[in-house]
């Protein structure tokens, strides 16, 4: 299994990214789709989540500002990120996994089985 995680980069307070986890070599449609992130110095934490339904939740530090959405036909998840501030700095990771969605398991990242490799993203005040 394979998620290769990508669109991160430098922006202003104020502006967009749009993060993409393309994934490989395991079932797509039916796995439960997240992603965290983790300031330096901080640990990791849990930002969106995307059952395989279509069912969506947010941080609620993102909330409003970033959407998550999967398309099963390229296999591949995204996350829209607008409003970026300044605490947004972190590395983006994406992960997949089965498991039951619900809130006390697809916040935890124990929850997931694959991860990506992680993309930097920076917003300048």
């Known amino acids: 299994v394979q998620l290769q995680a990508s669109g991160g980069g430098l922006v202003q307070a104020g502006g967009s990214l749009r993060l993409s986890c393309a994934v490989s070599g395991r079932t797509f449609s039916t796995s439960i789709m997240g992603w965290f992130r983790q300031a330096p110095g901080k640990e990791r934490e849990f930002v969106a989540v995307i059952s395989a339904d279509g069912s969506t939740a947010y941080a609620g530090a993102v909330k409003g500002r970033f959407t998550i959405s999967r398309d099963n036909a390229k296999t591949t998840v995204y996350l829209q990120m607008n409003s970026l501030k300044p605490e947004d700095t972190a590395v983006y990771y994406c992960?997949?996994?089965?498991?039951?969605?619900?809130?006390?398991?697809?916040?935890?990242?124990?929850?997931?089985?694959?991860w990506g490799q992680g993309t930097l993203v920076t917003v300048s005040s």
């Open positions: 992960a997949a996994g089965r498991f039951t969605f619900r809130t006390g398991t697809f916040t935890r990242s124990a929850s997931y089985g694959d």
